[in-house]
C-alpha cells in the first residue's frame, strides 16, 4: 500500500519535472490527484459512519450521531458524484453508493424484505443483496424515515436494525476503499494519463473527454432529475412533487445541489493545482472560464434564495419562479459545456452513447 | 475511389470468400466469411459519410452526405447499397457498389420522414421503410418498387406510432416491426412528444392483405421496442429502449415467436444498471445459437443464448454499435470511436479482434454481406 503510494508520487513528480508536459497531461493528473483525495476523504467519512451506527446501537449515542455522520458521507460523496468514469463505472460500484432515483421505493421494499427474510445480517448478507440495499440511500431510510427510526427505540426489530444499519456502514465502508485503492492503481492511472495524448483524432475517448463528458452529464443530472424531477417536468402532468427529489428523507437535496455546484467550481478554479481555468487559458480561451464561473454563480446566488427544503419548496407556488429560475441557469451552464467548452478543449463526446436513435 | 484501389478490394473480396484474408505477409484464417460492410459515419468534425469496407474493414468507399445516416440494406440483385436516414432525416442514399459511388439521393414524399431502417424482400424487388406520418404522426411503412428508379408504391399502417426497425420473417410473406411507440415531430426535434401514452409493440404485418395480424406489447409503457434481428428459425430478437428512470428494472432484451407470447432474456442487475436503459443494435448469429446486443451507454456488447435466455457474457466496446451476424457464432462490430471487428469464437466464449481503426465513429448499424 505504501509503496504504490510510492511508486504513484513518484511518477507525478516525474510527470510534473517534465518540461514537455502538456498542458492537458498537467490538468489530468492534477484531477487525478484531486479525485484521490475526494475518494480518500469518501473512505473515511465512510469508516466514521460505521463507528457512528455502532455506537448509536450500543446505546453510547443517540441517533443524531450517526445521521450527522451521514450527512457528512454524503456530502463527500456529493463532492466526487460527477467522476462517471474509470474503474468505478466499469464495476457498477457507483450505484453501489447510492441508489436513485427511487420514484417506486425500491429501497424500502428491499430493505423490508432483508429485515423480514434473514435471522442475522452482517456485511456479507449486504454484499451479497441487491444494489439497491448496499448505499446511502438505504442508510439514510433506516435514519431518517419515520417507521424505521421508531423502530430503534422499541419493538422486537431493534437488534436485527441495528444489525442492518451497521452491515450496511461496513459495506459502504469496504466499498469505498475498493473504490480508492483501483482509482489508485498505477496501471489504471498510466492507461489513463497516456490516453490524453494517444487520442489526438478527437474520435477516441481521453482523460480530458472523459472528464468534460462525466462534468456534463453530473450537471444534465442536476437539472434533469435533482431539480426537474421534483418539479414535474419528468411527468406529462408537470405536477411537482417533492418525494421525487433526492434526499427529501433527510431534507438534504438543496445541499447535494450546492455541493455539486461547488464541485463544479473547485474543477474550474484551484488555486492550489493546475485547473480547468489554466488549460483554458493556455489555448486562449480564458474567457470561456470566465463565463463558465459567471453561470455557476448565477446558479448558487438563485439556489441560495431558497430557504426551505426543496421538498417542500416545489410544491409552494411562492417558490416556484427561482425554482424554475435554477433550472434555467443550469441549462445554460450545460449548453455552455456542450458548445463552448468541448470546441475549446478541442474534444467531441460520446457519438452514439449521447446521441443514438 | 480510385481504380487501383478497387482492384487492391476486388482481390481481397474473392479471398476473403475463400476463409483467408492475405495481409502483407501473413495470412489470417477467419472465423466467418464476409465480403464487405456498409455503415454510416460521422467524422470528428460531425460530417455525415456513407462508408462501404472490405473485409479487412479497409475503406474501398465513403461519400460525404448532408444527412445523418442509420441503418442501411444491401441489394444483391443490383448491387446496389441503400441507406436510410435517421429521424427526422428524409434522405435515402443509393450506392452502387460497383464503382462505390452515390447514384442516387431519394427524397420522401411530402409529410413523410424515414426511421433510419429498411429493408427488401427475397427477390430484391421492394424495398419497406418506416416512417413517420407528419400530419397525425402515425408510423408507416412505406413501400418501393425496385424495378428501374426506385420509387414509392405504396404506404401501409406500422401498427404503431414511431416504428423503427424491421426485418422480414422467413419465406418472405410478412415483417416483423419493432414500433417504439415514440412520437416526435421535426418542429420539436427529437423531443418525444408522448412520454405518459406511449404504447410500443412488437408487429407482424402481412404483406398479402397490407394488414398487422399479430401485435404484442411490452409490461411497460415507456419500454420502447427499436431493433430486432430475426433467427433462421423465425425467432425475433429485439432490444428496448427504457424511457423511464434509470434505476427501473425492465427487461431491455425479449425473444419472440409468432403464436407465443414474449419471452424477456434474464438480464444480471450489474448488467441492468452499467447499460443505461439503452440497447442499440441486435444480431442473431447464422446457427441462430447466440444472440448480441450493442449497449453504448455501458461500453459493452451483451450475449444470450438463444434456447435457454441465459446471459452469456459482456464483450467490452467503447460506444458500442453496429452488430452484423457473419457465420455460425461470429459477427462483425463497429463502435463510435471508429473501431470495426470480428467477434467469434465458441458459443459461451467469444472474443474480438479488430479489423481497422479509424477517425470515423460508426453509427448504430452496419450492414454484412
Redesign the interface.
Known amino acids: 500500500m505504501a509503496l504504490r503510494v510510492l511508486l504513484l508520487t513518484v511518477f507525478w513528480l516525474f510527470l510534473g519535472s517534465c518540461d514537455r508536459t502538456s498542458p492537458e497531461e498537467k490538468w489530468v493528473s492534477a484531477l487525478s490527484q484531486h479525485i484521490d483525495s475526494s475518494y480518500a476523504t469518501l473512505h473515511s467519512n465512510s469508516q466514521l459512519l460505521v463507528e457512528s451506527a455502532q455506537a448509536f446501537c450500543n446505546q453510547s449515542s443517540d441517533i443524531n450521531t450517526p445521521r450527522q455522520q451521514w450527512r457528512k458521507t454524503m456530502d463527500a460523496w456529493q463532492d466526487v458524484q460527477w467522476v462517471r468514469f474509470g474503474p468505478i463505472?466499469e464495476?457498477?460500484d457507483d450505484?453501489k453508493i447510492q441508489?436513485?432515483?427511487?420514484?417506486?421505493n425500491?429501497v424500502a421494499r428491499k430493505i423490508n424484505k432483508i429485515l423480514d427474510d434473514e435471522s442475522s445480517i452482517d456485511e456479507s448478507v449486504v454484499a451479497n443483496a441487491?444494489?439497491v440495499v448496499q448505499g446511502l440511500s438505504a442508510v439514510e431510510l433506516l435514519l431518517f424515515d419515520e417507521p424505521y427510526v421508531s423502530r430503534f427505540s422499541e419493538g422486537n426489530l431493534v437488534a436485527k436494525q441495528c444489525q442492518l444499519l451497521v452491515a450496511i456502514a461496513n459495506n459502504l465502508s469496504s466499498n469505498t476503499d475498493k473504490i480508492l485503492q483501483k482509482w489508485r492503481d498505477p496501471k489504471y492511472q498510466a492507461s489513463w494519463m497516456a490516453s490524453v495524448h494517444e487520442a489526438q483524432?478527437?474520435?477516441?475517448?481521453n482523460a480530458v473527454s472523459d472528464a468534460v463528458g462525466a462534468m456534463l452529464t453530473q450537471m444534465e443530472k442536476v437539472k434533469t432529475d435533482k431539480l426537474g424531477g421534483p418539479l414535474g417536468y419528468k411527468?406529462?402532468?408537470r405536477q411537482p412533487n417533492g418525494y421525487f427529489s433526492e434526499g427529501w428523507r433527510s431534507n438534504s437535496s438543496l445541499d447535494n445541489i450546492k455541493i455539486n455546484l461547488l464541485t463544479m467550481q473547485g474543477l474550474m478554479v484551484n488555486d492550489d493545482a493546475y485547473d480547468l481555468r489554466t488549460l483554458l487559458e493556455s489555448k486562449g480561451n480564458g474567457v470561456i472560464a470566465d463565463e463558465f464561473q459567471a453561470r455557476l454563480n448565477d446558479a448558487l446566488s438563485l439556489l441560495a434564495t431558497v430557504d426551505k427544503p426543496l421538498r417542500e419548496a416545489v410544491m409552494d407556488v411562492g417558490y416556484r419562479p427561482q425554482l424554475e429560475e435554477l433550472y434555467q441557469s443550469i441549462g445554460e451552464l450545460n449548453t455552455l459545456i456542450k458548445t463552448k467548452l468541448t470546441v475549446a478543449l478541442g474534444i467531441?463526446l460520446?457519438?452514439?452513447?449521447n446521441d443514438?436513435? | 475511389m480510385q481504380r487501383r484501389d478497387f482492384c487492391k478490394w476486388s482481390l481481397l473480396a474473392v479471398a476473403a470468400a475463400g476463409g483467408v484474408v492475405c495481409t502483407g505477409e501473413e495470412k489470417v484464417a477467419l472465423n466467418s466469411a464476409f465480403q464487405g460492410i456498409f455503415s454510416g459515419c460521422d467524422d470528428q468534425h460531425g460530417q455525415h459519410y456513407i462508408a462501404y469496407l472490405n473485409s479487412s474493414g479497409e475503406f474501398v468507399s465513403r461519400v460525404p452526405v448532408p444527412q445523418r445516416v442509420h441503418g442501411s440494406v444491401y441489394v444483391p440483385q443490383q448491387q446496389l447499397a441503400l441507406f436510410f436516414a435517421r429521424r427526422p432525416g428524409t434522405h435515402l442514399y443509393i450506392m452502387d457498389t460497383a464503382s462505390g459511388r452515390l447514384v442516387q439521393t431519394l427524397e420522401n414524399t411530402k409529410d413523410r420522414h424515414f426511421y433510419g431502417h429498411g429493408v427488401i424482400s427475397d427477390d430484391g424487388e421492394w424495398l419497406y421503410t418506416t416512417e413517420n406520418n407528419l400530419s397525425d404522426l402515425s408510423g408507416l411503412i412505406g413501400v418501393y418498387s425496385l424495378q428501374g428508379t426506385p420509387k414509392k408504391v405504396a404506404e401501409l399502417s406500422s401498427g404503431g406510432i414511431g416504428p423503427h426497425q424491421l426485418a422480414l420473417m422467413p419465406g418472405g410473406d410478412s415483417l416483423v416491426i419493432a414500433n417504439g411507440g415514440m412520437a416526435t415531430h421535426p418542429s420539436s426535434g427529437r423531443e418525444v412528444l408522448n412520454l405518459e401514452s406511449m404504447a410500443p409493440n412488437l408487429a407482424y404485418l402481412d404483406l398479402a392483405s397490407g394488414r398487422v395480424k399479430e401485435l404484442h406489447e411490452p409490461p411497460h409503457h415507456r419500454m420502447s421496442i427499436r431493433h430486432l434481428d430475426v433467427a433462421a428459425d423465425g425467432s425475433v430478437v429485439f432490444g428496448v429502449q427504457h424511457q423511464g428512470e434509470l434505476t427501473e428494472a425492465v427487461p431491455l432484451v425479449g425473444r419472440h415467436r409468432r403464436g407465443e407470447s414474449i419471452k424477456w432474456l434474464a438480464l444480471p442487475e450489474a448488467i441492468q444498471l452499467k447499460v443505461r436503459q439503452y440497447t442499440a443494435s441486435v444480431a442473431v448469429d447464422a446457427g441462430g445459437q447466440t444472440a448480441l446486443v450493442s449497449c453504448p451507454r455501458g461500453n459493452l456488447i451483451g450475449c444470450w443464448d438463444m434456447a435457454s435466455g441465459r446471459f452469456l457474457q459482456q464483450l467490452e466496446s467503447q460506444d458500442a454499435a453496429g452488430l452484423y451476424r457473419a457465420g455460425t457464432n461470429a459477427w462483425v462490430s463497429s463502435n463510435g470511436v471508429g473501431q470495426v471487428s470480428v467477434l467469434s469464437g465458441d458459443h459461451s466464449s467469444l472474443s474480438s479482434r479488430p479489423l481497422s481503426s479509424s477517425g470515423y465513429r460508426w453509427d448504430n448499424h452496419l450492414t454484412v454481406i
Open positions: 463505472v464495476t457498477n450505484w441508489f436513485w432515483p427511487d420514484k417506486k425500491i441487491s444494489v483524432d478527437g474520435v477516441h475517448a411527468n406529462r402532468n467531441n460520446g457519438f452514439n452513447s443514438g436513435d
